[in-house]
């Protein structure tokens, strides 16, 4: 039994080894599994670490910073610095270099007619003229200045990333130096009103101004108000180009523009404007208007001695004779009081010839024989007046569309030409509309005005208020881009007549500063806020500033911005499926991702 029972432990410890044995196995067979899934998981937690979260603007203010680069020697900085400098200055260059010269060789080309051996004499002249070599600088300055602020403060991790746009854009506003100082204001003014309008749309992104329809007529209106007023009354102040441009446009005479100013103004209409006047009338083959007399209401006897300085007699023997040439010392006609009469001879008798009748007998009727002389009535005058400038409207349109249509559209236009073609037309016409109605409500406007008895300067704004609202016939896309071009000539207009009153003071080279400040607004819409741009505009800088685009922290693809005849919803729409693609959450749904997160 003993041997048995020690046999019988004997099996139970070699068992109670096997125990052991399996249990120590099946341990570290779990110890293992658990290393593993341990190690898996900080392999995940480095990998998750290595990701770096997508987190909106609108919950984290500062972004995550820039993955670390090889160190590299200030000299190997600098210098690849200026090479790329170097190379963007070239590629600005050409394009300011052929777009002026473009723009000086056409309008040449067309003044010879195309002559083959004129264009060959005065081609290497146009090509070393210093406006174009002027103007290949400054583009070539403002991409070299820009990409190279960008870069030396990537390089060096200097101030923040919203800030870097700012500093580039407004160190690049010093390139405006190349040009002369003839085009620098024109030029100032195209970017700062283009500055004011990303303002005006980050305003409305804030809720910080109102958003409502029609706001670029009511823009193009208000600007043409301020256009019109200066044309009239104070030409000096415009642009000299502008000015010959609404001098062809408006289809007026400067004489008569002064009688305009003068009758609503001061009410008398000086005698030198008077016989341009009936030099027009003459011309267009109507009689010319009488000079007037008013009777001294106190005496009953005639005050043209007092007006002019001279006796009666002289003054009937000068107001005998229409043609006769006067030179007087305070020479003019007062026409508010009435009424009013004709001096027909020496024997003083007063009469209206029989061409007026008895309506010529206050200035209103002289303004409008003198505004519109083709026919005394206002109404019968616009249409006239309309169709001459339907006439003067489609030699400038049909340029502005048909050049796009043969650079861009050539091959569509041999596949589908009516497609294209139609379009084309109905465009031409629509804009020829527009500019004719402006010009011819000018006009209207204030014959209305006289004949509601409302006499004053402001008459002229009024005209150029209803002229500018006539933008609403134009393309909703096209409406934005008309009002700012005529802001910025207004702008212009309203500096120099307050400049003239020593209300506004002169700074010089202000618009350097002006044009520095206006880049930093529009560099830091593309770079942070690109759906604040036009689609145009954002294409014109994705061009230039393209290939800069991943050194600099620009965006590497474009980005659909939505157009300006698009709703807010679609814009929204873009706006979120184009964030996806380039892996940014929207604001919405950065916000529960970070939440789900954390």
């Not at 990409?147 to 506003?173: Q, T």
């Not at 700062?192 to 029609?214: C, I, Q, T």
């Amino acid at each position: 039994m003993e041997l048995n029972a020690l046999t019988r432990w004997d099996s139970y410890g070699a068992r109670l080894n096997e125990l052991i044995a399996y249990r120590r196995s099946l341990l570290q067979k779990s110890y293992g599994l658990y290393n593993s899934r341990s190690s898996l998981r900080n392999e995940e937690r480095a990998s998750d670490s290595e990701k770096i979260p997508v987190i909106p603007e609108c919950i984290e203010q500062e972004k995550p910073a820039e993955p670390t680069e090889p160190s590299r020697s200030h000299r190997n900085v600098l210098l690849e610095l200026l090479i790329r400098g170097f190379r963007r200055f070239l590629k600005g260059f050409a394009m300011g270099y052929i777009g002026k010269f473009l723009f000086a060789f056409l309008p040449f080309a067309v003044r010879v007619k195309f002559d083959p051996s004129k264009l060959s004499k005065n081609l290497f002249t146009l090509a070393l003229r210093s406006d174009v070599l002027q103007y290949g600088a400054f583009v070539g300055s403002i991409l070299c200045s820009f990409e190279s602020v960008m870069r030396f403060m990537k390089d060096y991790r200097l101030l923040l990333l919203h800030i870097r746009p700012i500093l580039a854009g407004l160190v690049s506003g010093l390139s405006l130096l190349f040009l002369p100082r003839d085009a620098r204001v024109g030029l100032c003014m195209f970017f700062f009103v283009r500055a004011l309008e990303v303002l005006a749309k980050y305003g409305v992104m804030l809720k910080l101004l109102p958003s409502f329809n029609h706001a670029d007529t009511l823009l193009m209106a208000v600007a043409s108000a301020q256009v019109i007023w200066s044309w009239i009354l104070n030409p000096q102040d415009l642009d000299i180009n502008y000015l010959r441009f609404l001098d062809i446009h408006g289809g007026k005479t400067r004489a008569q523009c002064n009688a305009l100013k003068e009758g609503h103004g001061l009410g008398y209409i000086p005698f030198d404007v008077h016989l341009a006047i009936n030099s027009i009338r003459i011309r267009s083959n109507q009689p010319p208007i009488p000079r007037v007399i008013i009777p001294d209401i106190a005496t009953g006897t005639s005050s043209c001695s007092h007006f002019f300085g001279q006796t009666a007699g002289a003054c009937l023997s000068v107001c005998s004779n229409p043609a006769q040439p006067v030179s007087l010392p305070i020479p003019y006609y007062d026409m508010k009081s009435t009424p009013c009469g004709y001096v027909a001879g020496t024997n003083g008798a007063s009469e209206v010839p029989a061409e007026f009748g008895n309506s010529f007998n206050n200035i209103c009727s002289y303004l409008c024989h003198s505004t519109h002389p083709a026919h005394p009535n206002c109404v019968v005058a616009f249409a006239l007046f309309f169709k001459e400038a339907m006439f003067r409207s489609l030699p400038v349109y049909i340029p502005v569309y048909l050049i796009p249509l043969v650079v861009f559209k050539m091959k569509a236009m041999y596949q589908r030409p009516l497609s294209v073609l139609i379009p084309t037309v109905l465009n031409i016409t629509r804009s020829s509309v527009f500019l004719s109605l402006y010009c011819s409500m000018c006009w209207l406007i204030p014959c209305t005005l006289r004949n509601l008895n409302f006499y004053h300067s402001l008459v002229a704004a009024c005209a150029g208020f209803s002229g500018g609202s006539m933008v609403i016939f134009e393309k909703k896309n096209r409406r934005i881009e008309l009002g700012l071009y005529v802001l910025s000539h207004a702008l212009v207009a309203a500096y120099n007549f307050w400049h003239r009153h020593r209300v506004l003071p002169y700074i010089p080279n202000f618009e350097v500063f002006l044009t520095g400040v206006s880049m930093s607004v529009l560099m830091y819409a593309y770079v942070h806020e690109p759906t604040l741009l036009r689609p145009s505009y954002h294409s014109l800088l994705t061009f230039v500033f393209g290939s800069g685009a991943k050194q600099c922290g620009f965006y590497s693809k474009k980005v659909n911005v939505a157009h300006d005849d698009e709703d807010e919803s679609s814009s929204k729409n873009k706006l979120s499926t184009d964030m996806n693609e380039k892996n940014v959450a929207p604001c919405e749904k950065g916000e529960e991702e970070y939440k789900s997160r954390n």
